[in-house]
């Protein structure tokens, strides 16, 4: 938790009891329970509504980029988000308490294949609002005027605070999206056993139909299935060399 004037930095076992914090508290006002049985079938979190009317945000679409390298931005009091394109300076009014998505995620073609990746983004950004909620009085301060951003960028050693941000906020919008509870209740449906064995990105038959079931049911993309999966400890990783998969038939 944070301490006075200092950005709080938590573990992953911190941002897992936030999430379920929020998700069961979610669950009540829209389903009248907690999410805590678990005789019931999982459920996909409608992210929307959660970002909508549990946390009281805005959802609106813009151009955020010229190379679609932004998917979304948040910000914590009304300000302005600047971008140059072809040697133009843009910019952007955004208000407190506003989610702003990259326009690309609604174009007709793209808006079915990018679907997955709207909802994290989303998520992700509705976590970045959580997280400054529980900040100190200091660190809100201090944060008053600025955005925090969803960017494609490469996996990398958590240097800056602004890692440390993005590496929060992808932790606990996972955990929202992806309820470790949903996750149990997924693989006890589709009887999995205890994990997926993931050959440097290959799956055996049933492994991929198991995972290509739990991505439909609560609505997320393959990749981020498979990093919450790992996270949760349902995916075992081993070399490509071990890869033996007895269902598939050659020619």
């Known amino acids: 938790m944070p301490t006075r004037g200092n950005p709080m930095i938590l573990s992953?076992?911190?941002?897992?009891?936030?999430?379920?914090?929020?998700?069961?508290?979610f669950a009540k006002c829209i389903y009248g329970d907690s999410s805590e049985t678990k005789h019931r079938l999982p459920r996909a979190t409608p992210i929307e509504q959660f970002a909508h009317d549990y946390l009281g945000l805005n959802i609106g679409f813009a151009r955020l980029s010229p190379d679609e390298s932004v998917y979304g931005l948040t910000c914590y009091a009304d300000t302005e988000y600047m971008?140059?394109?072809n040697g133009v300076a843009r910019t952007l009014p955004i208000k407190q308490n506003q989610i702003l998505l990259d326009v690309s995620f609604q174009m007709l073609g793209r808006k079915k294949k990018l679907h997955g990746k709207c909802r994290f983004t989303l998520a992700?950004?509705?976590?970045?609002q959580l997280l400054f909620q529980m900040e100190s009085d200091d660190v809100k301060q201090r944060q008053q005027g600025k955005y925090s951003s969803r960017k494609s960028y490469s996996l990398r050693a958590l240097k800056t605070r602004e890692d440390w941000n993005e590496w929060q906020a992808n932790a606990l919008g996972a955990a929202i999206l992806m309820p470790q509870m949903e996750i149990e209740l997924a693989m006890q449906l589709f009887r999995s056993k205890k994990v997926l064995i993931n050959y440097e990105g290959?799956?055996?038959?049933?492994?991929?139909m198991i995972l290509s079931n739990l991505c439909q049911w609560l609505d997320v993309s393959k990749t981020a299935m498979i990093i919450r999966l790992r996270q949760l400890g349902y995916?075992?990783?081993?070399?490509?060399s071990e890869?033996?998969?007895p269902t598939e038939v050659w020619p």
């Open 12 to 25: 992953h076992q911190e941002i897992e009891h936030i999430a379920l914090a929020v998700t069961q508290d």
């Open 83 to 85: 971008f140059e394109e």
């Open 124 to 128: 992700h950004e509705c976590a970045h």
């Open 202 to 208: 290959w799956f055996t038959y049933p492994d991929r």
């Open 235 to 240: 995916i075992e990783d081993r070399p490509y």
């Open 243 to 245: 890869y033996d998969d």
